[in-house]
C-alpha cells in the first residue's frame, strides 16, 4: 500500500494541461476566423477585379462607337470649298428627297466638299425647302451656300416640264410637245404613230387618243418625243393598274372619263356627269343614246357652236345625238379626278344636264324633259347676253341635249 503513496504527485499538472487545450482551441479558432475573413477577401478582390473589367470593356466598346461621331465628322466650315467653283456637273434631285439627300448627291458629283456643309447651308436658308425635283446644271466645287441658290434658281435647271390640262386631244399635246421640246411637230407625229403602232396596251387597238394621261411631266435631257409620249402611256396604264380597272374595260373607262372632262370645266360634276351618262346608256332617254355635243365637235374637229343643223342630222361614228352608245375612241386626255369619278359616280336618276352659265360654271342636272328644256332655254338666254342674236347658235348647247 506504501508504493501507492510513495509515488509523488504533482497537483498542478493537471489544471496546466487544461489551460494549455483551451489556449490551444482558442488559437485554432482564430486561426479558423482568420482563414475565412483572408477566403473572403481574395473572392471580393476577384469580384471587384471582373467588375472593373466590365466597366473597362463597357466604356470601351463605347468610346468606340462614339469616338467617329466626335473625330470623324467633318465641320461645314473645314469641309466647304471656297467656290466659286468650276466646270459643271448635272445632277438630278428625286421627289422626297431631304437636305442631306441632296447633300450626299451633291458630293459624289464633287459639288460640294461635302453632304454636311450642304446640310448646314441648307439648314441656314429658309428657302431650301422650296427646292423641287428635277435635273440641274451646277458647277463642281462650289461653297456649299451657293449650292442651295442654285437649286433655287430655276435657271440651273436642265430639264423641261410639260403640262397636259384634262381634256386636251391628241392634236394638241402634240403641239405643247412640240414646243417645250423645240421640234417640229412632224416630229411628234410621227413618234405619235410609231408609239401607235408599238408601244400601247392590246386594248388600245393602236388609237393613242386617251392615252395621254393628263398632268405635269418632267423631262429630262435628251428626251425625244418618242421617250415622252411613252412616259405619257405609262402613266394612264400605271393609273388604270392602281384602280384595278381590267383591260377589256379600259378604253369604256377612258372614253367616258374623256368625255366627262370635255363636258364640264368643274371637277366637282364629273361624278354627276359620269351618272348621266351611265343613265345615257342604260336607256333612260329611251333611244340609247348620249346626245352630247363634245363628241361630235371632237369627230369634226371644230367647236360645237359651229356645227350646222346639216351636219346634226348627219350620220357620223361621233355623232351622239344619232348614234347610240359610246364613240369609237376617246376624246381627249383623261386625268386621275375624271376616272375616279367615272368608277365612282353617285347615285342619282339624271338623265340631262346642261351648264346654263359657263362662266359660273353653274350646271343643271334633272330627270325630267320638261325640266331639261327650261334650263336649255337658261343657257340661250346666257348665250344671248354674250353675243347679238344673229350670231347665237341656238340649237348648240352644253350638256346632254335629250
Not at 56 to 68: N, S
Not at 98 to 119: H, K, P, Q, R
Not at 127 to 156: C, H, K, N, W, Y
Request: hydrophobic content about 40%; charged content about 20%.
Amino acid at each position: 500500500m506504501s508504493e501507492l503513496f510513495d509515488e509523488s504527485f504533482d497537483e498542478s499538472a493537471a489544471p496546466d494541461s487544461h489551460a494549455e487545450a483551451k489556449a490551444e482551441d482558442r488559437r485554432a479558432t482564430v486561426r479558423h476566423r482568420e482563414g475565412r475573413r483572408k477566403a473572403q477577401r481574395r473572392r471580393n478582390i476577384v469580384t471587384f477585379v471582373v467588375m472593373v473589367g466590365a466597366l473597362a470593356l463597357l466604356i470601351g466598346g463605347g468610346w468606340a462607337l462614339i469616338r467617329p461621331m466626335l473625330t470623324d465628322r467633318p465641320t461645314a466650315e473645314a469641309s466647304d470649298y471656297p467656290g466659286p467653283g468650276t466646270g459643271e456637273a448635272q445632277v438630278v434631285v428625286s421627289s422626297g428627297d431631304t437636305g442631306a439627300d441632296i447633300g450626299a448627291t451633291l458630293e459624289v458629283a464633287d459639288v460640294v466638299a461635302s453632304a454636311s456643309a450642304f446640310v448646314s447651308a441648307y439648314n441656314a436658308n429658309a428657302e431650301a425647302i422650296q427646292i423641287q425635283a428635277g435635273t440641274f446644271t451646277l458647277q463642281q466645287q462650289m461653297r456649299a451656300s451657293d449650292a442651295v441658290a442654285a437649286l433655287l434658281d430655276p435657271g440651273s435647271r436642265s430639264d423641261v416640264t410639260i403640262t397636259i390640262p384634262e381634256g386636251w386631244r391628241a392634236s394638241k399635246i402634240y403641239e405643247r410637245i412640240a414646243n417645250r421640246l423645240e421640234v417640229p411637230r412632224a416630229d411628234v407625229e410621227a413618234a405619235a404613230v410609231d408609239v401607235s403602232a408599238n408601244g400601247l396596251p392590246p386594248e388600245a387597238n393602236g388609237s393613242i387618243e386617251g392615252w395621254l394621261f393628263a398632268s405635269t411631266y418632267t423631262i429630262v435631257p435628251g428626251s425625244t418625243p418618242t421617250s415622252v409620249l411613252q412616259q405619257m402611256v405609262a402613266i394612264t396604264v400605271q393609273a388604270l393598274d392602281e384602280r384595278a380597272v381590267p383591260a377589256e374595260q379600259r378604253i369604256e373607262v377612258l372614253t367616258k372619263a374623256s368625255i366627262v372632262e370635255a363636258e364640264v370645266p368643274n371637277a366637282e360634276e364629273w361624278g354627276r356627269v359620269a351618272r348621266v351618262i351611265e343613265n345615257r346608256l342604260g336607256n333612260c332617254s329611251d333611244d340609247g343614246t348620249l346626245g352630247m355635243d363634245t363628241t361630235y365637235a371632237y369627230g369634226l374637229d371644230k367647236p360645237a357652236y359651229e356645227i350646222t343643223k346639216t351636219e346634226w342630222a348627219t350620220d357620223h361614228p361621233y355623232n351622239g345625238r344619232l348614234r347610240a352608245g359610246l364613240p369609237p375612241t376617246p376624246i381627249g386626255a383623261p386625268g386621275a379626278g375624271a376616272i375616279e369619278g367615272v368608277l365612282n359616280p353617285p347615285a342619282g336618276d339624271w338623265c340631262y344636264f346642261v351648264t346654263v352659265n359657263p362662266e359660273a360654271g353653274d350646271t343643271r342636272f334633272t330627270a325630267s324633259i320638261e325640266e331639261h328644256l327650261a334650263n336649255q332655254q337658261l343657257y340661250r338666254d346666257w348665250l344671248a347676253q354674250q353675243q347679238t342674236a344673229t350670231e347665237t347658235p341656238t340649237e348648240t348647247l352644253t350638256g346632254s341635249d335629250g
